[in-house]
């Protein structure tokens, strides 16, 4: 801790508006989309900082917390790589102070990122490939070595998975969770299909592919989970409402020690086959159930990106 010298604040007054005291910090590997991220927090009203390193963090935080007129997001990323090691001792201890530091972790598939790389031709920032290397390799090498850099942070944040997201898709989810209502913690219900790979900001997998599946009524086929002829069916199926009533109550029961646990949020994923019918009903309905109690969103990771 040997960069935080100044005596910590000893508290974090609210924004004239009386919404809270809070910082939104965006990381992630290269490449999963943080550029996104901050145009839709700035769109949402913040003010973004990008690449700031993170012995400066508290200070800026000080300076805009003597006016605090605005709500401030900040990305921090591996270019900045040796004083990310400070990182997360400093959120620990800003949110010991009181701050709200609602942080981001963006994140991908290893391939999604390699083609992304491809695709705009643009050097990974821990990329070296000496003269005849295989720059395939160096990529693949660098992305692996940056997932071992940010560790620390990953599990100290809310993970976004983007390897199938489209931007407006990934923007409407940063604007979600910006706009999620102030709580201890937030539980993010996300539907998807296994065909295409299980989320890697998941916290929890449930399998819905024992039940059984509307694909196979020819009149369901096209309509989706959100729909009430499929609900309908769903609500029929005794095995259906056991499953999500076990999946329910083992949420409860573990609930109360993530927020203990001073988690943000808590994402629970639902798979089925496609990613339509199943899941996606087991996502609206464990949503209804906890709405009432509790800050919620809901993801369908299929049915967003078909838009």
Same mark, same amino acid.
């Given at each position: +801790? ?11 007054? =609210? ?22 991220? %901050?145009?839709?927090?700035?769109? #949402?009203? !913040? ?6 390193? =993170? ?13 605090? @007129? ?16 400070? %990182?997360? =001792?400093?959120?620990?201890? %800003? ?22 790389? *491809?695709?705009?031709?643009? =050097? ?7 003269? &005849? &290397? ?49 709580? /201890?913690? @937030?539980?993010? $219900?996300? *539907? ?7 989320? %890697?900001? #998941? ?11 509307? !694909? ?16 309908? !069916? ?8 056991? +499953? ?13 020690? $993530? ?13 089925? @086959?496609? &990613?339509?019918?199943?899941?996606? !009903?087991?996502?609206?309905?464990? /949503? ?6 509790? /800050? ?12």
């Amino acid at each position: +801790m040997s960069g935080f010298v100044d005596p910590p604040p000893s508290e974090w007054a =609210p924004l004239p508006d009386g919404s809270g005291n809070e910082v939104f910090l965006v990381t992630g590997i290269s490449g999963s989309g943080k550029s996104i991220a %901050l145009h839709a927090l700035e769109d #949402a009203g !913040y003010f973004c900082v990008d690449n700031l390193p =993170p012995e400066l963090l508290r200070e800026f935080i000080r300076l805009e917390h003597e006016r605090w @007129t605005r709500r401030v997001a900040v990305a921090v990323d591996v270019r900045t790589v040796g004083s990310l090691p400070l %990182l997360p =001792p400093l959120i620990d201890a %800003l949110r010991a102070e009181g701050l709200k530091v609602r942080s981001l972790f963006l994140d991908a598939s290893t391939d999604a990122l390699v083609r992304r790389f *491809s695709e705009t031709r643009r =050097p990974h920032p821990l990329s070296s490939v000496p003269a &005849g &290397g295989d720059a395939s390799r160096a990529l693949v090498e660098a992305i692996e070595l940056e997932r071992e850099l940010l560790a620390g942070l990953r599990e100290k944040s809310t993970v976004i998975d983007t390897s199938q997201l489209r931007p407006g898709v990934l923007r409407a989810w940063v604007r979600g969770l910006a706009g999620a209502r102030e709580s /201890a913690l @937030t539980l993010v $219900f996300e *539907s998807f299909a296994f065909k295409q790979g299980v989320p %890697l900001d #998941a916290d929890f997998v449930f399998d819905l592919r024992a039940l059984p599946n509307p !694909y196979y009524v020819r009149e369901l086929r096209a309509l989706s989970g959100r729909d009430e002829p499929v609900a309908a !069916y769903l609500r029929a199926q005794s095995d259906a409402a056991e +499953m999500l009533e076990q999946i329910a109550t083992f949420i409860e029961r573990w609930l109360p020690s $993530f927020e203990d646990n001073q988690r943000s949020y808590l994402t629970v994923a639902l798979g089925c @086959t496609g &990613g339509q019918h199943r899941s996606v !009903y087991g996502v609206e309905q464990l /949503a209804r159930r906890f709405e009432g109690r509790q /800050a919620t969103l809901i993801r369908h990771r299929e049915l967003d990106a078909r838009g």
